[in-house]
């Protein structure tokens, strides 16, 4: 990882700072779970986000926002998986505020973003695995506007958006890139079916029934949605990358203390030579998963070329770390970290949910074995 500058060194101390004081499993988890939530977050802490600027990392300074890049979401992000917070930050402060960058949806979306006030959602997926090529919701023209017809599902955070910015097909054929035209459709014009994911966060099943939009709602230019939806698609990888480092490196933080405390045959277990060496072996995975993350985003920031590339290296290797430190946290805990009043089975719920976002392990592995011309 490079090292960070005093502005990325002062942004990843508040972010630290505040998720650790209001972002921790009690206060939101937990609490969001145990009182049946429809949101599975809360939107107080998300006004926060806002009065902290932190909403606006991703927004232009022409719209009020930071102008930031990849690289800052990273270190909000990884203290976001350290302490499990659930927030709209990644799909709206993040992703969906890159996919209306540029376009007269970002004048009007912006300043709700920035307050804290608005969630956006982003909706690609229409069968069991991530293939946003595959996308098949039909969108035609009808006067002035177009009619959307089709399914999506895992819209994390649908049920709760304000707005969705839907992948959909003006032209071509299910599995061609180009073809795709994004639209900025109201959550009331859809079928929404909310459901909870394994993790307690909520994601959304949506039926598109004829649904009428003008052509105003569309983001950027017909039969031009892949250039946004991939810069939306990379943003929120590579996001996804940085949060599962948080999430491992906070499991592992928890089953170390584990160690330092519980005590077996009259010794701290801490002390037994074979848990240290797998206590070690997880810090060396995590400083590798944490250096792809960061090296991804900043080819993100710089425009390189080769960014595609390490943004699926970083999301496989990330993915695989966290599985690895939630498994090895919950077994050295033994008995208590099955149970659900431990927070170590926690962080293996979240590992999954992310796991699966924007592409899982398998996909990544595949996207990272073409594109390097196997």
Known sequence: MALLNDDQKMLQE?????????????????????????DGFGHDLWKQFGALGLTGIAIPESHGGLGLGAT?????????????????????????ARAIEGSA???????RLLAGEAVLALAIDEGPRHAPEGVALKAERQGNGFLLNGTKQFVVQGGSAD????????????????????????????????????????????????????ADAVIGEVDGGWAPLARALAAGQAGAAAEL????????????????QRKQFGRLIGEFQALQHRAAHLYGEIEIARAAAFKAAALIDSGDARAELFVSVAKAKAADVALLATREGVQMHGGIGMTDEHDIGLFMKRTATLGELFGDVHYHRGRVAALSGY
Request: aromatic share 8%; proline share 5%.
């Open 14 to 38: 508040t972010a630290a700072s505040f998720l650790r004081d209001e972002g921790g499993p009690a206060k939101q988890l937990r609490h969001w779970r145990d009182t049946g939530c429809k």
């Open 72 to 96: 800052e979401a990273a270190l909000v992000l990884e203290e976001i998986g350290r302490n499990l917070t659930p927030s709209p930050f990644l799909m709206s402060g993040v992703v969906a």
């Open 105 to 111: 949806h970002g004048e009007a979306w912006y300043p």
């Open 163 to 214: 707005m969705i910015v839907t992948a959909a097909r003006t032209s071509g054929q299910p599995g061609d890139a180009g073809g795709l035209t994004l639209f900025a459709v109201p959550r009331n014009a859809l079928e929404v079916e909310n459901v909870a994911l394994v993790d307690s966060s909520k994601a959304a099943r949506f039926r598109y029934d004829n649904v009428a939009v003008d």
């Open 245 to 260: 480092v948080g999430v491992a490196a906070g499991a592992t933080a928890l089953t170390i203390d584990y160690l330092k």
